[in-house]
Each structure stands twice: as structure tokens, then as C-alpha cells.
């Protein structure tokens, strides 16, 4: 497998606001939409992964947009640390929505 062996520095920021001034930039590299086959790639009612890439860093970011619908809309996007486009689709196979938040062992930001 072909490691891409970079890593976005926003996953060594600790303040969200840097944190998302410097996501905020990154750039879709293959939208995954709602399901990988059965499995669901978000959480709550609605959203989408999307793979991307950070231009400053030159490195692979894997996102998950999530939507809940209720009296106030609310959004989260989660970011994933991920080597390669492999390791996207793989995470995309192995972990719906819930599970990449609450097993999913890698580096990741909630905002
Ligand atoms: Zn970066």
C-alpha cells in the first residue's frame, strides 16, 4: 500500500478556533456521499465523508459531515488523520457514523 506519510498540523493545535481556520482550507479530493454500502457515513439524521486534502500540509484528511434536524438544526464535522486513500475507503468499510466516533482509536477533531 502506498503511505502518503504526511499529517495536517490542525491535529496538533489544541484551540478549535485555529483549529478550524486552518481546516477550513482544505480541499475535496473524492466525496464518499451518505453510505458505503450499508453503512451509514455520518451520524444523527443526514451528511457525508468527504476525503481531503490540507494545502498547506499536503496531507489527507478524512471528513464526516453529520446534520441533526430538530427545533435548531445543528451541524458537526469530525476530521480524521488518515495516511492514504486506502486508509479512507477502509475506514469507510469498517466504521459507520457512530462507530468512527466511539471506536475508531486514531486522531481525530470534533467541531
Ligand atoms: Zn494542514
Known amino acids: 500500500m502506498r503511505k502518503h506519510k504526511k499529517r495536517c498540523r490542525a491535529f496538533d493545535l489544541r484551540d478549535p478556533v485555529l483549529q478550524y481556520r486552518h481546516l477550513k482550507n482544505l480541499v475535496p479530493v473524492?466525496?464518499?456521499?451518505?453510505?458505503?454500502?450499508?453503512?451509514?457515513?455520518?451520524?444523527?439524521?443526514?451528511?457525508y465523508r468527504i476525503l481531503s486534502r490540507c494545502p498547506e500540509c499536503d496531507a489527507l484528511v478524512l471528513i464526516q459531515h453529520s446534520e441533526y434536524h430538530g427545533a435548531?438544526?445543528?451541524y458537526y464535522s469530525d476530521y480524521f488523520a488518515v495516511d492514504s486513500?486506502?486508509?479512507?475507503?477502509?475506514?469507510?468499510?469498517k466504521y459507520n457514523g457512530w462507530d468512527i466516533e466511539t471506536k475508531y482509536k486514531g486522531e481525530r477533531i470534533y467541531l
Request: aromatic fraction near 14%; charged fraction near 30%.
Open 30 to 47: 473524492e466525496r464518499y456521499g451518505s453510505f458505503c454500502g450499508e453503512n451509514m457515513l455520518f451520524t444523527w439524521d443526514d451528511g
Open 85 to 93: 486513500v486506502e486508509e479512507a475507503h477502509m475506514l469507510n468499510k
Open 72 to 74: 435548531n438544526d445543528s
